[in-house]
């Protein structure tokens, strides 16, 4: 049974023209993150929240924003998306803020920028 | 500051052979460290994890590592490669302040040729 879902898994969108991935969990987990991934590299945090405290990344750029508008679900925003945000977003869950609890994982949409 | 380095970003083994991904770690405090697996167009999946106790860890699919802090390592390990294994694997470290980040290596890429 899938607990971190990410609709839609592929999207593709037009140079400047804003785009909202989503995510949401059966997890009840009170943390969620959204890495950014681009090909071959690690996964790079944009931000996360624990409950409803947004805490973003220092070198994240204002392009980027999120929504969480109750515990399951999560919103990604990019406002003018450019080629450079072409890559896979990722979405994570982990339930508390114990360093040791697994982040669970969902499958990612790949962003394709015209 | 904390920061995890794996060895190689490329790997190769033949079918049955030992696989052996290394995995480096830099941490002031005692770490917690994750071992995660990406195939293709998917999110990461969780392998196994050191958190305290046994340095021994075994985890999905027959892999396993050690905790060597001597060593600052974290090598992971499978006796006899399938071809399923071929994915890219991550190392991760999060340390025990409470805090979110979880720091990631580069990946290695595993390939298995038959």
């Known amino acids: 049974d899938a607990m971190v879902i990410q609709n839609p898994r592929y999207q593709v969108t037009q140079f400047g023209k804003p785009v909202t991935l989503s995510c949401s969990q059966t997890?009840?987990?009170?943390?969620m993150y959204w890495y950014q991934q681009k090909s071959s590299q690690a996964p790079k945090l944009l931000f996360h929240?624990?409950?409803?405290?947004?805490?973003n990344e220092a070198d994240t750029p204002d392009n980027f924003q999120s929504r969480r508008p109750n515990t399951s679900f999560c919103f990604l925003d990019i406002r003018s998306p450019g080629l450079g945000d072409a890559a896979m977003y990722l979405c994570?869950?982990?339930?508390?803020?114990?360093?040791?609890?697994?982040?669970?994982f969902g499958p990612g949409t790949r962003l394709t920028v015209l | 500051a904390q920061s995890v380095t794996q060895l190689g970003s490329h790997v190769s083994v033949s079918e049955g052979a030992l696989v052996l991904l290394r995995c480096n770690y830099s941490?002031?405090?005692?770490?917690?460290l994750f071992w995660y697996v990406q195939y293709p167009n998917q999110g990461l999946q969780l392998l196994l994890k050191?958190?305290?106790?046994?340095?021994l860890v075994k985890g999905i699919n027959g892999f396993e590592a050690e905790f060597k802090k001597s060593e600052t390592s974290f090598h992971l390990t499978k006796p006899s490669a399938h071809m399923s294994d071929a994915a890219e694997y991550f190392c991760?470290?999060?340390?025990?302040?409470?805090?979110?980040?979880?720091?990631f290596g580069a990946g290695t890429r595993l390939f298995v040729k038959a």
């Open positions: 941490s002031s405090v005692p770490p917690y």
């Open positions: 991760a470290v999060t340390i025990n302040t409470g805090g979110f980040k979880t720091i």
């Open positions: 050191y958190t305290t106790g046994a340095t």
């Open positions: 997890l009840n987990h009170n943390v």
């Open positions: 994570a869950t982990r339930k508390t803020r114990a360093s040791t609890d697994t982040q669970y």
């Open positions: 929240y624990y409950d409803k405290d947004f805490n």
